[in-house]
């Protein structure tokens, strides 16, 4: 075993054995050294929190002795405070918010790298909202941004993976099995990983300014990020279009190519009827990844992002 986790959620009163940040870091420092003792090759993740002021005490406390730090993202209605798109670009404070942590990690573990496991992340909508489009667009655009901090989010999860709560992305009772709108997003985009990321922008309309300052603004419909393979014989766009009520035909203009592409791409779209659409026992199918082929790709080329959807494009370079 590589990975060891000292604790999980020890801020949360629901946790036996729950303390704070203080102590927390006391106990972590004591089980650390007694566990390196034993095998000093091994990888250390001590828990984190989304409140600053505990991410610091505990790293005061445990400094270099870790090598990841945990934290955990749940989004529901009480945080949507009566706006659904709030949901939607949840995920962009998030990528603010890690880039708080890596100052702080700079400041007080300087020259030290500690990355950060975001090993449970989902949505908490109660059903069958929980089960659908909705959800997979939040998962879709918040693993967008582990992309796009990929040199400091090493680990991501989410969570739970069979039942365990509605919030499972396989549900399963005595005799049958479904899958979420969420678990296809997440087998899809497990199967197009890239190695090196790609440098991308986007321009396109408008069509959210929060009213919580915190949450951003002139928040962009489309999300996107690009990587590329090894050898660069492949590169994917992953692009989330989170309007709920609009298609957007877009114009991607890929720069800077050192070869050709080829003129047919490969494209896997996660979609239902509406962004209410849900999986579940009686309807296993309503929502699932359709793969299709896309001609007409080049340095420059059009193609529509159906709304509320999730696409994946798989660029060839030519031989």
Do not use: C
């Amino acid at each position: 075993m590589k990975y060891w986790e000292v604790g999980n959620e020890i801020w949360g009163d629901w946790v036996r054995g729950y303390s704070d940040a203080s102590t927390y870091g006391a106990n972590a420092r004591r089980y650390i050294r007694a566990m390196k003792a034993v095998d000093p090759a091994i990888q250390i993740i001590a828990v984190g929190h989304n409140d600053m002021a505990w991410n610091r005490e505990v790293l005061q406390a445990v400094e270099r002795e870790i090598d990841i730090l945990s934290i955990h993202h749940y989004q529901g209605a009480s945080e949507e405070a009566g706006d659904r798109f709030n949901l939607m670009v949840r995920p962009l404070w998030y990528e603010s918010f890690y880039g708080r942590v890596h100052k702080l990690i700079q400041e007080l573990v300087p020259g030290r790298k500690i990355t950060l496991a975001i090993n449970e992340w989902n949505t908490t909508l109660p059903v069958p909202r929980q089960h659908s489009m909705e959800s997979a667009i939040y998962g879709a655009r918040l693993m967008n941004v582990f992309e796009r901090q990929g040199d400091l989010v090493s680990m991501s999860a989410v969570s739970d993976l069979v039942n365990g709560w509605p919030g499972g992305i396989i549900q399963a009772s005595r005799h049958r099995v479904f899958t979420t709108p969420t678990f296809a997003v997440v087998q899809a985009y497990n199967a197009h990983r890239g190695d090196w990321r790609l440098a991308s922008s986007v321009q396109t309309p408008v069509i959210y300014r929060p009213a919580d300052p915190e949450l951003g603004k002139d928040i962009p419909a489309l999300d996107v990020v690009a990587s590329t393979t090894e050898d660069g014989d492949r590169i994917v766009l992953k692009v989330v279009n989170t309007s709920f009520t609009e298609n957007i035909q877009a114009e991607l203009k890929l720069d800077h190519l050192a070869r050709s592409l080829a003129r047919d791409a490969s494209v896997t779209t996660i979609n239902g009827p509406d962004i209410g659409a849900s999986n579940s026992f009686a309807t296993p199918d309503r929502v699932r990844a359709r793969s299709s082929a896309f001609t007409g790709v080049g340095p420059q080329f059009a193609y529509t992002f159906e709304r509320h959807s999730v696409t994946i494009i798989s660029l060839s370079a030519a031989k």
